[in-house]
């Protein structure tokens, strides 16, 4: 059974910085797309970043400029670097990980991790 692992979710300071780990378990198959979400209480899921087996990576405008995606292929993980964090980025990060872009491609979702952003 396929679980994405998260970490490095906690408080942090206006201006701080947190990295966030995705790791995949229970195969070694390389996914075709990771990236993160975020999820409000009673809002919609958004996208935060994603990149994809090859490193082509996708921001939301909120993050451009200050987050940082990255992935381990070998390793099966992707990571967020969250930098001048502020408390309008407090929310759940949810991992995601697709196998394919395709109709046959299946969509995992990590359990999420908070991130506060409070003084």
């Known amino acids: 059974q396929v679980q994405l692992v998260e970490s490095g979710g906690g408080l942090v300071q206006p201006g701080g910085s947190l990295r966030l780990s995705c790791a995949a378990a229970?195969?070694?198959?390389?996914?075709?797309?990771m990236g993160w979400y975020r999820q409000a209480p009673g809002e919609e899921r958004e996208l935060v970043a994603t990149i994809t087996r090859g490193g082509t990576t996708n921001y939301a405008d909120s993050a451009k400029g200050r987050f940082a995606i990255s992935r381990d292929n070998p390793k099966n993980t992707a990571y967020l670097q969250m930098n001048s964090l502020q408390p309008e980025d407090s929310d759940v990060y949810y991992c995601?990980?697709?196998?394919?872009?395709?109709?046959?491609?299946?969509?995992?979702w990590g359990q999420g991790t908070q991130v506060s952003v409070s003084s």
């Open positions: 229970g195969t070694e198959y390389s996914f075709f797309i």
């Open positions: 995601y990980a697709r196998s394919a872009l395709t109709i046959e491609g299946v969509t995992y």
